[in-house]
């Protein structure tokens, strides 16, 4: 009997490693009429097991793609569509081609193409696989382990399959390949055939702890802190003038060479993961696992550093979009980094910080009660309403809210209080989780909580950044699905923390 070739899931590399930033689109521009790119290259027919491949090739114009790729990275890309360097195109070609169209894209570091796979089989053995479905058992939202047919694999290299339209798959063939050619940025996961013992899942945590430097799951997360330049604009307004836009590209590049490394096999200092222009400055965002590190690091710069105005750098235990994470201003002014008052945060394990919980008052309990209620109302469900059923209703509108096509009676802060209480409230009747008010740093957030307080999720701060971070809005389902997997098979480290008796 024959040996069953590999079946890989290629992803990218981590997203918290700087070598292996991926681009993005400039403009979000559908050729066929759609709201967004991505939709351009899901099958027609979706959401029906009767899926057809699309064809882009006739209409696609080059589209700018930007961000701070590294040269090294042959696999530059986040999602949907993949994106190919030229140098993996020319190693891939024979490969690539019969399987899909190569869409030329325009950057300044060079030729890269999107990849239009138009391969799509009907190859997984549904019976035996393990599969969470999101809709009638036609569409996948989380296949925990795969089983295939081994006879309609023959002759495939990249393909997807119609459970999961989104996912690219690869063979040996196609691995092997990559090996040969030392291309970067491919991260290939096995998925089939593996041991009933082990989990492609966990092997794809382990790959990312290796790429990130982790040597355990307690690990410092690389993007787990932040620091905040914020630069002062001379005029009215968010606009910047001509000179200081050329002056901040300068500062990023001056970042970038102080920071990027990629050669490295040691993790990162810090990464600068971009800028934005509001309330009359301009904020560059550095992501760190240690934010104190990170200003030493930088310490001779950052006193160097000539700006028209004040500049204020701060230090934040959390990510960028956590904006509940306590924050310290630096003072340039001292000889040295002056070391923070705040005790770094380590492993995001929530007893050395102190943190403790209660139960809600009654008027507490009420208001959550309030906005819960508002927040089905704006999903338009009653609220005996399936836990599944919610989350998948606050998907959606999500991604209609963010291409455009509704709108929310209330302002984003209470929109995001009511769908986070919505979300909640899902998770605490599915899982039997109880919300309760947390005490971080002398600071109560509301939150939810497993019963044993292993995990604790803060649905509203969450909410709040993902409407704050439209490209977030694909996150609310994929969190809950998270949740329910890490309560069900327990494989990821837990946060814990003490609770008041």
């Given at each position: 009997?024959?040996?069953p070739?590999?079946i890989?899931?290629?992803?990218?590399?981590?997203?918290?490693?700087?070598?292996y930033?991926?681009?993005?689109?400039?403009?979000?521009?559908?050729?066929?009429?759609?709201?967004?790119?991505?939709?351009?290259?899901?099958?027609?027919?979706?959401g029906?097991?009767?899926l057809?491949?699309?064809?882009?090739?006739?209409?696609?114009?080059?589209?700018?793609?930007?961000?701070r790729?590294?040269?090294?990275?042959?696999?530059?890309?986040?999602?949907?569509p993949?994106?190919f360097?030229?140098r993996?195109?020319?190693?891939?070609?024979?490969?690539?081609?019969p399987?899909?169209?190569?869409?030329?894209?325009?950057?300044?570091?060079?030729?890269?193409?999107?990849y239009?796979?138009?391969?799509?089989?009907?190859?997984?053995?549904?019976n035996?696989?393990?599969i969470?479905?999101?809709?009638d058992?036609?569409?996948?939202g989380t296949i925990?382990?795969?089983e295939?047919?081994?006879?309609?694999?023959e002759?495939?290299?990249?393909?997807?399959?119609i459970?999961?339209?989104?996912?690219?798959?690869?063979?040996?063939?196609?691995?092997?390949?990559?090996?040969?050619c030392h291309?970067?940025?491919?991260?290939?996961?096995?998925?089939?055939?593996?041991?009933?013992?082990?989990?492609?899942?966990?092997?794809?945590r382990?790959s990312?702890?290796?790429?990130?430097?982790?040597?355990?799951?307690?690990?410092?997360?690389i993007?787990?802190?932040?620091?905040?330049?914020?630069?002062?604009?001379?005029?009215?307004?968010?606009?910047?003038?001509?000179?200081?836009?050329?002056?901040v590209?300068?500062l990023?590049d001056?970042?970038?060479?102080?920071l990027?490394?990629?050669?490295?096999?040691?993790?990162?200092?810090?990464?600068?993961?971009?800028?934005?222009?509001?309330a009359g400055?301009?904020?560059?965002?550095l992501s760190?696992?240690?934010?104190?590190?990170?200003?030493?690091?930088?310490w001779?710069?950052?006193?160097?550093?000539r700006?028209?105005?004040?500049?204020?750098?701060?230090?934040?235990?959390?990510e960028?979009?956590?904006?509940?994470?306590?924050?310290?201003?630096?003072?340039?002014?001292?000889?040295?980094?002056?070391?923070?008052?705040?005790p770094?945060?380590?492993?995001?394990?929530?007893?050395?910080?102190?943190v403790r919980?209660?139960?809600?008052?009654?008027?507490?309990?009420?208001?959550?009660?309030?906005?819960?209620a508002?927040?089905?109302?704006?999903?338009?469900?009653?609220?005996?309403?399936e836990?599944?059923?919610?989350?998948?209703?606050i998907?959606t509108?999500?991604?209609?809210?963010?291409?455009g096509?509704n709108?929310?009676?209330?302002?984003?802060?209470?929109t995001?209080?009511?769908?986070?209480?919505?979300?909640g409230?899902?998770?605490?009747r599915?899982?039997d989780?109880?919300?309760?008010?947390?005490?971080?740093?002398?600071?109560?957030?509301?939150?939810?909580?497993?019963?044993?307080?292993?995990?604790?999720?803060?649905p509203m701060?969450?909410m709040?950044?993902?409407?704050?971070?439209?490209?977030?809005?694909?996150?609310?389902?994929?969190?809950?699905?998270?949740?329910?997997?890490?309560?069900?098979?327990?494989?990821?480290?837990p946060?814990?923390?003490?609770?008041?008796?």
């Amino acid at each position: 009997m024959m040996r069953p070739q590999t079946i890989y899931k290629l992803e990218a590399m981590s997203p918290d490693v700087p070598k292996y930033e991926a681009f993005a689109f400039k403009e979000d521009k559908s050729f066929l009429g759609n709201d967004w790119l991505w939709e351009d290259f899901r099958p027609l027919n979706y959401g029906t097991r009767d899926l057809a491949t699309t064809r882009l090739a006739a209409v696609w114009k080059p589209l700018e793609v930007i961000g701070r790729v590294r040269k090294c990275n042959d696999y530059p890309c986040s999602g949907s569509p993949p994106i190919f360097s030229q140098r993996a195109v020319d190693a891939l070609r024979d490969l690539l081609e019969p399987n899909g169209e190569l869409l030329p894209l325009v950057s300044k570091l060079g030729n890269y193409y999107a990849y239009n796979i138009t391969t799509l089989v009907d190859a997984l053995d549904r019976n035996r696989s393990q599969i969470e479905w999101l809709k009638d058992q036609v569409i996948a939202g989380t296949i925990e382990r795969y089983e295939f047919i081994p006879e309609r694999l023959e002759g495939l290299s990249v393909f997807r399959i119609i459970e999961s339209w989104t996912d690219v798959y690869i063979t040996e063939a196609f691995a092997a390949r990559v090996r040969e050619c030392h291309l970067d940025g491919f991260n290939m996961i096995p998925v089939w055939p593996l041991p009933q013992e082990v989990s492609w899942e966990d092997l794809r945590r382990e790959s990312w702890r290796k790429q990130e430097g982790k040597e355990s799951p307690k690990a410092l997360p690389i993007k787990g802190n932040t620091v905040l330049l914020r630069l002062p604009l001379a005029g009215k307004g968010d606009e910047p003038s001509a000179a200081e836009k050329t002056q901040v590209d300068r500062l990023m590049d001056e970042l970038d060479a102080l920071l990027a490394d990629p050669d490295a096999t040691t993790p990162s200092a810090g990464s600068l993961e971009g800028s934005e222009y509001v309330a009359g400055e301009c904020r560059l965002f550095l992501s760190c696992p240690d934010a104190d590190a990170l200003v030493v690091r930088l310490w001779p710069w950052l006193k160097a550093l000539r700006w028209n105005g004040n500049v204020w750098v701060m230090k934040r235990w959390g990510e960028y979009v956590d904006v509940s994470a306590p924050e310290e201003y630096v003072d340039l002014s001292a000889a040295s980094p002056p070391q923070s008052t705040i005790p770094r945060r380590k492993a995001k394990k929530l007893a050395e910080l102190g943190v403790r919980d209660r139960p809600l008052t009654n008027s507490e309990a009420q208001e959550v009660e309030s906005f819960t209620a508002k927040g089905l109302e704006l999903v338009g469900l009653e609220p005996d309403a399936e836990p599944d059923h919610i989350v998948e209703r606050i998907q959606t509108w999500l991604e209609d809210h963010r291409a455009g096509t509704n709108r929310s009676p209330m302002n984003d802060g209470d929109t995001a209080l009511a769908l986070g209480c919505a979300w909640g409230l899902a998770v605490c009747r599915k899982l039997d989780w109880q919300w309760v008010a947390i005490d971080r740093r002398k600071r109560e957030i509301y939150g939810v909580v497993s019963p044993k307080r292993e995990y604790a999720v803060y649905p509203m701060q969450n909410m709040h950044a993902i409407l704050l971070t439209p490209a977030m809005g694909i996150g609310a389902l994929k969190v809950y699905n998270l949740v329910k997997h890490v309560m069900r098979k327990t494989r990821l480290e837990p946060f814990s923390y003490q609770t008041v008796d």
